[in-house]
C-alpha cells in the first residue's frame, strides 16, 4: 500500500481532513462575501467574481473531501468487512477508524455543498 | 384588563372562536370541531395574519409555509406508516441488506435531497437576492420608519431623500408599487414586521435596514414589533393602509396642509403644559422631537401605537397616566394636571385631521 503520509499518522490525519475542509470552507465563504460586501463600493470587483471564485474553491475543497474518502475507503478495506469492527485487534482499530473517516467524510461533502448552494441563488449584497 | 381596551382587541384570533361559541351544541364533537375550526379559520386571516397575504412577498412567505407543511405531512405519514409496518404481527424478518439499503436510502440520501430542495427553495424566495428579480432599490418611494421605544417615527420623504413630513404609528403607502422601507433605530433591537405584507426586518441602532414592501390589494393591515424591546414591546404596533394611488396622492397632499387650529384653546393649553417639549404639530409652536408628531392626530385609527382606539376619551386617559396604559412608556404622567385641561386638550388633538 502506498501511502501519502507516514503510515502511524495517515489514519489520524484522514480523519480530520474532512471536517476541517468544511470548517476552511466556511470561514473562508462567510467572510469573503461580507468582507466584499462591506467593500464593494471601494473595490469595483463584480459580485459575479466573488462567486466564481468561491465556485472554484468549493470544487477544490469537494475534491480534498474525496481524497480523504478515498483514503478512508482504502483503510477500511473497500468495505471488505462489516461494521461494527469491535474487537480488540489491530485490524478492527484500524477498520474502525477507517469506516468513520468515510463517514464524516460523507457528511463534511453534504454539509460543502449546502453552504455552497447560497451561491447560486444570491446575486449581491443587500444594502 | 379595562373594559375599553377588551372591545379593542379585535386583532386577536379571538374573532373566529367567538363567533364559533354561538353555534355551539354541547356536544363534545361538535365543540372539539367548533374549535379546531375555529383556530384553524381565525389564524388564517385578518389584518396580521401571513397566511392571508396582500402582497408578492407575503404570498411567497405563505407558499413557503404551504409547501413545508405538506411536505412535513407527507414525510410524516410515511414515518407512521413505516411505525405500523414494522410493527405488525407475523413478520417476515427483513434480509440484512435490505435493511442496509432502507438506512441508506430513508436515513441518508432521501433526506439529503429533501433538504437540499428545501435549502434551494427557501434561499431563492429571499427577496433581493434573486439573481431574476425585479430590479434594485433605485426609484423607490422612501418611508423612513425608526422604531423607539415603543411606538414608531415615520417619515415620508421626497426621492432625493429630504423628509416631506412626519407622523406616528401609521403608515399609508399606495397600492402596486414596491415601496423602500428605511429602517433605524436610536435606542434598542426593534424588528419592523407587516405579517399580511412580508418577512421582518431588525432595526438596529446604528444601522440602517431597508425593506421593500409592496401592497397588491388596497386594504387595513397591522404591524407590530417583533423583537422584544422592552416592558411594553407588545404595546407597539401601527396600522398600515394600501390605498389606491389616486387616494394616496391626496392624503399625502393633505397630510402635508394638515389642519392646526392655531387658534384653540386645546393648543394653548398643550403649549402650557409643556407637551411641545417632546411632541410637534406642524404650523404650530409645538416642534418636540421626543415623541410622536401629533399633526393630523385625530385622523389616526389609534393612540399609543396601536394600544387603544382613537377615541377623546382614550386620549385624555394616555394623557394622564400613560404608563398605566402602556408600562414604562417613554411619556411622563401627567396627573397633575386639571381632568377638564386633560379633555380640552384631547378634544383638541382628536379634532386635527
Ligand atoms: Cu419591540
Known amino acids: ?127 | 384588563m379595562t373594559g375599553s381596551s377588551v372591545s379593542f382587541v379585535r386583532f386577536t384570533p379571538c374573532r373566529g372562536a367567538c363567533r364559533g361559541t354561538s353555534s355551539w351544541r354541547g356536544s363534545a364533537l361538535t365543540a372539539g370541531t367548533i374549535i379546531l375550526q375555529s383556530v384553524i379559520l381565525s389564524s388564517c386571516s385578518g389584518v396580521q395574519s401571513a397566511l392571508d397575504p396582500a402582497g408578492p412577498e407575503a404570498s411567497d412567505v405563505a407558499t413557503l409555509f404551504h409547501v413545508m407543511l405538506i411536505g412535513g405531512v407527507v414525510i410524516w405519514l410515511g414515518v407512521v406508516g413505516a411505525l405500523f409496518h414494522a410493527g405488525r404481527r407475523a413478520r417476515e424478518p427483513y434480509s440484512e441488506r435490505t435493511a442496509g439499503l432502507v438506512i441508506l436510502w430513508c436515513g441518508a440520501i432521501i433526506p439529503v435531497i429533501v433538504l437540499a430542495a428545501l435549502l434551494s427553495y427557501a434561499v431563492w424566495l429571499m427577496p433581493n437576492m434573486r439573481p431574476w428579480s425585479s430590479g434594485g432599490e433605485g426609484g423607490l418611494r422612501q418611508i423612513e420608519v425608526s422604531g423607539e421605544q415603543f411606538w414608531w417615527r415615520v417619515r415620508y420623504l421626497d426621492p432625493e431623500g429630504n423628509v416631506l413630513f412626519e407622523t406616528a404609528n401609521e403608515v399609508v403607502m399606495p397600492v402596486g408599487e414596491r415601496v423602500l422601507f428605511v429602517l433605524k433605530s436610536p435606542d434598542v433591537i426593534h424588528s419592523f414586521w407587516i405579517p399580511s405584507l412580508g418577512g421582518k426586518m431588525d432595526m438596529i441602532p446604528g444601522r440602517t435596514n431597508r425593506l421593500a414592501l409592496e401592497a397588491s390589494k388596497p386594504g387595513t393591515y397591522r404591524g407590530v414589533c417583533a423583537e422584544f424591546c422592552g416592558p411594553s414591546h407588545a404595546l407597539m404596533a401601527f396600522s398600515v393602509e394600501a390605498l389606491e394611488r389616486g387616494e394616496f396622492e391626496a392624503w399625502l397632499s393633505g397630510r402635508q396642509n394638515a389642519a392646526s387650529n392655531p387658534g384653540s384653546q386645546g393648543l394653548a393649553l398643550f403649549l402650557r403644559h409643556g407637551c411641545n417639549a417632546c411632541h410637534a404639530i406642524d404650523g404650530t409652536d409645538a416642534r418636540g422631537t421626543i415623541g410622536p408628531n401629533l399633526s393630523a392626530f385625530g385622523a389616526r385609527g389609534t393612540v399609543g401605537a396601536g394600544t387603544l382606539p382613537n377615541t377623546e376619551e382614550h386620549i385624555a386617559r394616555f394623557i394622564r397616566h400613560p404608563s398605566e396604559i402602556k408600562p414604562q412608556a417613554r411619556m411622563p404622567s401627567f396627573g397633575m394636571i386639571p381632568e377638564g385641561d386633560a379633555e380640552e386638550i384631547a378634544a383638541y388633538l382628536k379634532g386635527l385631521k
Open chain 1, 1 to 127: 500500500m502506498k501511502h501519502l503520509l507516514p503510515p502511524e499518522i495517515e489514519s489520524l490525519w484522514t480523519l480530520f481532513t474532512a471536517p476541517v475542509v468544511w470548517a476552511a470552507h466556511f470561514v473562508v465563504c462567510y467572510a469573503a462575501v461580507a468582507i466584499y460586501c462591506e467593500k464593494a463600493a471601494v473595490w469595483d470587483v463584480d459580485f459575479g467574481n466573488v462567486r466564481t471564485a468561491l465556485g472554484i474553491f468549493t470544487l477544490l475543497a469537494l475534491a480534498m473531501i474525496v481524497l480523504s474518502a478515498y483514503l478512508a475507503w482504502r483503510q477500511w478495506g473497500f468495505g471488505a468487512g462489516d461494521p461494527p469492527h469491535d474487537g480488540a485487534t489491530d485490524q478492527d482499530r484500524k477498520r474502525f477508524q477507517g469506516f468513520a473517516t468515510l463517514l464524516l467524510s460523507g457528511l463534511s461533502f453534504v454539509a460543502v455543498v449546502y453552504v455552497a448552494i447560497p451561491l447560486i441563488f444570491i446575486a449581491g449584497c443587500q444594502q
